[in-house]
T-cell receptor, first 113, second 113 residues
């Protein structure tokens, strides 16, 4: 019940295209869903996060869509750039879990020039 | 503002040895969480310290332990190293009052031979 599933495992997109990564969770007690970006040799960096009280949140080219009833959320990267090539992790946590986050397995995104 | 720092960045040990990793959080952050990252298991939560007390713990054996000092700096210790302990160990800091944005350090790459 603590697992967060993430797909696809890898994704190749042309420059200017839309990258879409999907995640699903089971534990309805989760109420905070961040997305992290990780470049090789670096620690994960927070991209954007959402709470279940909104269905969508946008920051620049990054948008999270959230479907509470389906227990799914997704990251959309608009106008994907080669510099977006990285591994993306979704995560789930909540006020009842403190700083204990459950991470998805990651999606390796490659944006071709 | 300085980010999260971890030392050392790379470490090579042999089976049976023990190791201590260090993490200095962002100034003002009182919560430090530790994660193990491997290609097979992804990011897994080890434990979290807040105000020198362990507040959350993941599902790792007792060989993995940690502590936090009064200045919020944290150390993680792994005793009786096994080959499977080879991983990137990440620490993340946050203010920690509620579920909160975590800022990750660059990690310590531990190789057990």
């Amino acid at each position: 019940q603590q697992q967060v599933k993430q797909s696809p495992q890898s994704l190749i997109v042309q420059k200017g295209g839309i990258s879409i990564i999907n995640c699903a969770y089971e534990n309805t007690a989760f109420d905070y869903f961040p997305w992290y970006q990780q470049f090789p040799g670096k620690g994960p960096a927070l991209l954007i996060a959402i709470r279940p009280d909104v269905s969508e949140k946008k920051e620049g080219r990054f948008t999270i869509s959230f479907n509470k009833s389906a227990k799914q959320f997704s990251l959309h990267i608009m106008d994907s750039q080669p510099g977006d090539s990285a591994t993306y992790f979704c995560a789930a946590g909540g006020d009842n879990y403190g700083q204990n986050f459950v991470f998805g397995p990651g999606t390796r995104l490659s944006v071709l020039p | 503002k300085a980010g999260v720092t971890q030392t050392p960045r790379y470490l090579i040990k042999t089976r049976g040895q023990q190791v201590t990793l260090s993490c200095s959080p962002i100034s003002g952050h009182r919560s430090v969480s530790w994660y193990q990252q491997t290609p097979g298991q992804g990011l897994q939560f080890l434990f979290e310290y807040f105000s020198e007390t362990q507040r959350n713990k993941g599902n790792f054996p007792g060989r993995f332990s940690g502590r936090q000092f009064s200045n919020s700096r944290s150390e993680m210790n792994v005793s009786t190293l096994e080959l499977g302990d080879s991983a990137l160990y990440l620490c993340a800091s946050s203010f920690g009052q509620d579920v909160d944005t975590q800022y990750f350090g660059p990690g310590t790459r531990l190789t057990v031979l």
